[in-house]
């Protein structure tokens, strides 16, 4: 019941929605790079696509505003890549943490959803689920407190453990 990390943290978010029969939930990181005044931008690609999931991407639009370090640039274009070959979809910032789920991807991830690091990974449950997935370009800003919990020595374990669970993910029996 405790120490859950961000996955559990996330999918207990989830699950008061999907009790509540919540439209939509809202997933925002707590550093502030996500600000509240882009959530507009969300629901409006939501309606346009009729889209289960939307991301917010900081790598669409004409670049302006926050950018990561290149290393970890470098490393999300290695999960968009990896992403691709496992959904076949075009998501260009599949570790972004601001996205709107509809119902239907409420009730998945209120049931489903990755423990550790799960923002690439939730990217396969819901492909494989038939979830249109769709990515609009929104404005971020640097982060506004705590640190990455992914420093510079643990990025190439990182890569690693969220490659095998992308790829258990992809291969696992699912009953969606």
Same mark, same amino acid.
């Given at each position: %019941?405790?120490?859950?990390?961000?996955g559990?943290a996330?999918?207990?978010?989830?699950q008061?929605?999907?009790?509540?029969?919540?439209?939509y939930a809202?997933q925002? *990181?707590g550093?502030?790079?996500? %600000?509240p005044?882009?959530v507009p931008?969300?629901l /409006? /690609?939501?309606?346009?696509h009729? !889209? *289960?999931?939307?991301i917010?991407?900081r790598?669409?639009?004409?670049?302006d505003?926050?950018?990561s370090?290149?290393?970890?640039?470098?490393?999300?274009r290695?999960?968009?890549?990896?992403n691709r070959i496992?959904?076949?979809?075009?998501i260009?910032?599949?570790t972004?943490?601001f +996205?709107?789920?509809?119902?239907k991807a409420i009730?998945?991830? !209120?049931a489903n959803y990755p423990d550790?690091?799960p923002? %690439?990974e939730?990217?396969i449950?819901f492909?494989?689920?038939?979830? $249109?997935?769709?990515?609009?370009s929104?404005k971020?800003?640097?982060?506004?407190?705590g640190?990455s919990?992914?420093?510079?020595t !643990?990025?190439?374990?990182?890569?690693?453990?969220?490659?095998l669970?992308m790829?258990? $993910?992809?291969? +696992?029996h699912s009953?969606?």
């Amino acid at each position: %019941p405790m120490n859950l990390g961000i996955g559990g943290a996330v999918q207990t978010g989830i699950q008061y929605a999907y009790r509540n029969n919540y439209h939509y939930a809202i997933q925002l *990181d707590g550093d502030g790079q996500h %600000p509240p005044h882009q959530v507009p931008v969300l629901l /409006a /690609a939501q309606k346009q696509h009729n !889209a *289960d999931v939307v991301i917010g991407s900081r790598f669409l639009g004409n670049g302006d505003g926050f950018q990561s370090s290149f290393i970890r640039r470098l490393g999300i274009r290695y999960f968009h890549w990896l992403n691709r070959i496992f959904t076949g979809n075009r998501i260009f910032d599949s570790t972004s943490g601001f +996205r709107l789920l509809n119902q239907k991807a409420i009730a998945l991830a !209120a049931a489903n959803y990755p423990d550790e690091y799960p923002e %690439p990974e939730s990217l396969i449950l819901f492909a494989k689920a038939g979830c $249109t997935i769709v990515e609009v370009s929104v404005k971020m800003r640097e982060r506004q407190g705590g640190a990455s919990s992914i420093g510079k020595t !643990a990025s190439v374990y990182y890569s690693l453990k969220v490659s095998l669970s992308m790829f258990f $993910t992809f291969i +696992r029996h699912s009953n969606f």
